[in-house]
Nanobody, 115 residues
C-alpha cells in the first residue's frame, strides 16, 4: 500500500509564490508517475502537472510557465513550485501517485489566494 501526503498549503497573496510538497511512502515501485491536481469549490478536479520516474514532466496549459514540478533530493518527495498565483488558483491541491494499474491520492492541502 502507498501513502501520499501533501503539505505546504496556506494563504498567499495574489502575485505571490508557494511550494507544495508531496511525500510518498509505502510499497512504491520503480516505474511511476506523480501528478498534481486541484479542485476549487463547485468545480471538477483539474489536472495540473505530472512527473515521471525518468524525469519527464508535463504541464496543463493553464499553469505552464508559472508552476514547476520537480523531485526533491529524496526520490519519495515531489514538489510543486507555484509562482505568480492568482485568485483563480485558489483550490485544494492534491497529489496522485500512479504505478501500474493502481493509484493513490493524498487528502489535499488548501491554498487560498487573496486578491
Amino acid at each position: 500500500q502507498v501513502q501520499v501526503v501533501e503539505s505546504g498549503g496556506g494563504l498567499v497573496q495574489s502575485g505571490g509564490s508557494l511550494k507544495l510538497s508531496c511525500e510518498v511512502s509505502g510499497r512504491t515501485l520503480s516505474a511511476y508517475d506523480i501528478g498534481w491536481y486541484r479542485q476549487a469549490p463547485g468545480k471538477e478536479r483539474e489536472y495540473l502537472a505530472r512527473l515521471w520516474d525518468n524525469g519527464l514532466t508535463q504541464y496543463e496549459d493553464a499553469v505552464k510557465g508559472r508552476f514547476t514540478i520537480f523531485r526533491g533530493t529524496t526520490k519519495n518527495v515531489v514538489y510543486l513550485q507555484m509562482n505568480n498565483l492568482k485568485p483563480g488558483d485558489a483550490a485544494v491541491y492534491y497529489c496522485r501517485y500512479r504505478s501500474g494499474p493502481g493509484d493513490s491520492w493524498g487528502r489535499g492541502t488548501q491554498v487560498p489566494v487573496s486578491s
